[in-house]
């Protein structure tokens, strides 16, 4: 049983596209995260929220604590964003971290 | 602000052998995590420590796997010994105690058993 489900896993889009990964949990939480991982690369955090929503650049994300649901949207999208976004909730027993698998995004030129 | 270091970067051994790898968190953060990815999957934790006490170590397979955070810095994870299925990337995560901080990944260790 996954505590966090995110969908879809695997993302084509064109250069431009407005794209929505979304992310499904089912634990009670305090916050949920959303990473990023470029192939080869660390895991950078790219927000961390516990109710409504946040915008960085092109990257915004929401959440809906009541319906245990969130997006990352990405606007204008370019080549470089390509890259695997991992939903992550602290919460549960213990308070600790649960990942989902991760969606992986190409944007093709 | 220095990031999370953790190093090697890249380790490859036979099968039967020991292996450690090191993680130096950001100064100040008291909470200290050590990871484990196989390809295509997210993080799996293996331990996680509050300053030098590991808090939570359920998911660590203690007949070979060890950790320890003296001086509640610096962290060293080992295998002893490897075996094939082992072969994963080793992140290592810190972040400020408390809840609703954010985590800061290091570059982690891409492990090989061969």
């Known amino acids: ?109 | 602000e220095a990031g999370v270091v953790q190093s090697p970067r890249y380790k490859i051994i036979e099968k039967k052998q020991p292996v450690a790898f090191w993680c130096n968190p950001i100064s100040g953060h008291n909470t200290l995590y050590w990871y484990l990815q196989n390809l295509g999957q997210g993080p799996e934790l293996l331990i996680r420590y509050e300053n030098e006490e590991a808090v939570d170590d359920s998911q660590l397979p203690k007949d070979r796997f060890s950790a320890e955070r003296l001086k509640g810095v610096d962290s060293t994870l080992k295998i002893q010994p490897a075996e094939l299925g082992d072969s994963a990337v080793y992140l290592c995560a810190s972040s400020s105690q408390g809840s609703n901080s954010p985590l800061h990944f290091g570059n982690g260790t891409r492990l090989t058993v061969t």
């Open chain 1, 1 to 109: 049983k996954n505590e966090v489900e995110q969908s879809p896993q695997n993302l084509t889009a064109q250069e431009g596209e407005f794209i929505t990964i979304n992310c499904s949990y089912s634990v009670g939480i305090s916050a949920l995260h959303w990473l990023q991982q470029h192939p080869g690369g660390g895991i950078v955090s790219l927000f961390m929220l516990s109710s409504g929503k946040k915008k960085h650049g092109r990257l915004i994300a929401t959440i809906n604590i009541q319906e245990k649901h969130s997006s990352l949207h990405i606007t204008a999208s370019h080549p470089r964003d390509s890259a695997v976004y991992i939903c992550a909730v602290e919460g549960g027993t213990g308070n600790q971290f649960y990942f989902g698998t991760g969606t992986s995004l190409t944007v093709i030129p």
